[in-house]
C-alpha cells in the first residue's frame, strides 16, 4: 500500500515538446505528493508538489495534474529544454511518515 | 543559507569494516531524513529524525542506524560492511517533516569492495 509507481522508466523529447510523467499510488491516506529533479552528482531537487485538494498546480513550465479518484498524478514539462535533461522523481508522504518515491524517470531533451 | 552538507563526499570500504557518515542540515531544520539511493532500488528511506529522536524507521537490517545531536546534525553508521550496501547515500533536511519542502544534500557515494 506504500508504493507509487512511475512511469515510463525514460522519456525522450524533442526541445520545445511537452514531457509528461505519469505516478499511481495505492494509500488513499497520501496527502503530499512533490516532484523531485536530479542532475548527475546531485541530490534531488523539489520542483513541485501538490495537495490533494487542488487537481492542477502550474509553476511555470511545470504542472501538476493530480486525479484523486484513478490515484494518479502527473508531471507535465510544457516547451521543454536541453537543460531539463535529468532523473524526475515524483514521491508520496501522508503527515509525519516517510516519503515513498517512484522508482525515477529519466528525461533527455534532444536539441 | 547554506544547504545540507554530507561528509565525505566518496568513501571507499572493504566488507566487513564499518562507516559513519556525516550530514549537516540547513540551520534551522529539526528534521533529518536518510535515504540509500541505488540504480535497481531507487530511492530507499532509511530512517528520519526529529529533535534527537528516531520517528520514522524503513526496512533495512539493523546493521544501519543513525543518530541526531542537539545542534540537528545527524550520523548514520553501517556495521559490517557488505558488497550490496555501495550506493549513494543522501540526507535531506526540513523544518518538520510534516510535508514540508525537504532539502538534500549532494550525498555520500560508498563503495564497498
Known amino acids: 500500500q506504500q508504493q507509487v509507481k512511475q512511469s515510463p522508466q525514460s522519456l525522450i523529447v524533442q526541445k520545445g515538446g511537452i514531457s509528461i510523467i505519469n505516478c499511481a499510488y495505492e494509500n488513499t491516506a497520501f496527502d503530499y505528493f512533490p516532484w523531485y529533479q536530479q542532475f548527475p552528482g546531485k541530490g534531488p531537487a523539489l520542483l513541485i508538489a501538490i495537495r490533494p485538494d487542488v487537481s492542477e498546480k502550474k509553476e511555470g513550465r511545470f504542472t501538476i495534474s493530480f486525479n484523486k479518484s484513478a490515484k494518479q498524478f502527473s508531471l507535465h514539462i510544457m516547451d521543454s529544454q536541453p537543460g531539463d535533461s535529468a532523473t524526475y522523481f515524483c514521491?508520496?508522504?501522508?503527515?509525519?511518515?516517510?516519503?515513498?518515491f517512484g522508482t525515477g524517470t529519466k528525461l533527455q531533451v534532444i536539441p | 543559507k547554506a544547504g545540507v552538507t554530507q561528509t565525505p563526499r566518496y568513501l571507499i570500504k572493504t566488507r566487513g569494516q564499518q562507516v559513519t557518515l556525516s550530514c549537516s542540515p540547513i540551520s534551522g531544520h529539526r528534521s533529518v531524513s536518510w535515504y540509500q539511493q541505488t540504480p535497481g532500488q531507487g530511492l530507499q528511506f532509511l530512517f528520519e529524525?526529529?529533535?534527537?529522536?528516531?520517528?520514522n524507521k524503513g526496512n533495512f537490517p539493523g546493521r544501519f542506524s543513525g543518530r541526531q545531536f542537539s545542534n540537528s546534525r545527524s550520523e548514520m553508521n553501517v556495521s559490517t560492511l557488505e558488497l550490496g550496501d555501495s550506493a549513494l547515500y543522501l540526507c535531506?533536511?526540513?523544518?518538520?517533516?510534516?510535508?514540508?519542502?525537504?532539502?538534500f544534500g549532494q550525498g555520500t557515494r560508498l563503495t564497498v569492495v
Open positions: 529524525y526529529f529533535s534527537e529522536t528516531q520517528r
Open positions: 514521491a508520496a508522504s501522508r503527515g509525519y511518515q516517510k516519503v515513498t
Open positions: 535531506a533536511s526540513s523544518q518538520d517533516s510534516l510535508n514540508t519542502e525537504a532539502f
